[in-house]
């Protein structure tokens, strides 16, 4: 082993290069002993990595390859930044479940999620307002993942750790279900109200029958076969519009105005 540092009681290196603080995989009988973490601008860490101040990761660290991004950047605006190493290597980040048999289960497995939370005014613990959650489906021995959103709707400032309720579910087969985990067709909305989904133009300058909103309908990407619209007359007096497509323009076939005719 060469060019390499151990610190730290029961500490050991075996790999040349490299600098290990405080034990790996030691449990100390003394409390004393067990203090394995290790603090940037904190004096007494209580994580394993505990930093106080904005932190960098990867090429906003280098300044001798012609761009100096560690000078270029601003370095107030973030509290952790990720960059890759070289140009062809983006930012990124993985959150992994990893199963110490190598196999993967049919249970539901929560591979990693990422939670935005804030403390209460009543005491100092952090709810979760939001989650971004990834996990393996149940009854599924293979590679699929679905995508899972959470919201936080409680009337109280008090710590409760199952704030969050699933909202919005995109499915292994692409999928989006909101308000259902289950979703059978490639957008499924379920709620318990008359508006489910709205459709709105809000393009000021765009004006005439059927432009206050579209549902444009077709089997091809480039083109519209036909299409369902809605406006709104000067003396708010709801008008349908129903169009197909005659050459290369959407044609009006049949308005129902106000009073159903």
Do not use: W
């Amino acid at each position: 082993v060469d060019n390499s540092i151990s610190i730290g009681s029961n500490s050991v290196v075996t790999k040349s290069s490299c600098c290990i603080i405080g034990t790996n995989g030691y449990e100390a009988t003394n409390s004393d002993l067990d203090c394995v973490n290790l603090g940037l601008g904190v004096s007494d860490p209580s994580y394993k990595l505990s930093v106080y101040g904005n932190t960098a990761l990867g090429a906003f660290n280098i300044s001798d390859i012609g761009l100096d991004y560690s000078e270029n950047n601003d370095t107030t605006g973030y509290t952790l930044r990720i960059a890759g190493i070289n140009n062809s290597m983006s930012g990124s980040m993985q959150l992994a479940y990893l199963d110490t048999s190598g196999n993967i289960n049919s249970e539901e497995i929560v591979v990693g999620n990422i939670d935005f939370g804030i403390n209460g005014s009543s005491d100092s613990k952090v709810n979760n307002l939001a989650s971004i959650e990834v996990i393996k489906p149940s009854n599924s021995t293979n590679y699929q993942g679905d995508i899972i959103f959470k919201t936080a709707n409680m009337a109280s400032d008090k710590y409760n750790e199952k704030l969050l309720f699933e909202q919005m579910r995109i499915t292994n087969n692409g999928y989006v279900g909101i308000g259902t985990s289950d979703p059978d067709n490639p957008l499924q909305i379920m709620g318990d109200t008359n508006n489910i989904l709205s459709v709105m133009n809000t393009n000021s300058s765009i004006s005439g029958a059927g432009n206050d909103g579209r549902i444009l309908l077709s089997n091809n990407l480039d083109s519209s076969g036909a299409s369902i619209g809605g406006s709104m007359s000067s003396v708010n007096e709801g008008f349908m519009h129903f169009y197909t497509k005659s050459g290369s323009d959407l044609v009006e076939q049949m308005t129902i105005d106000n009073n159903g005719n």
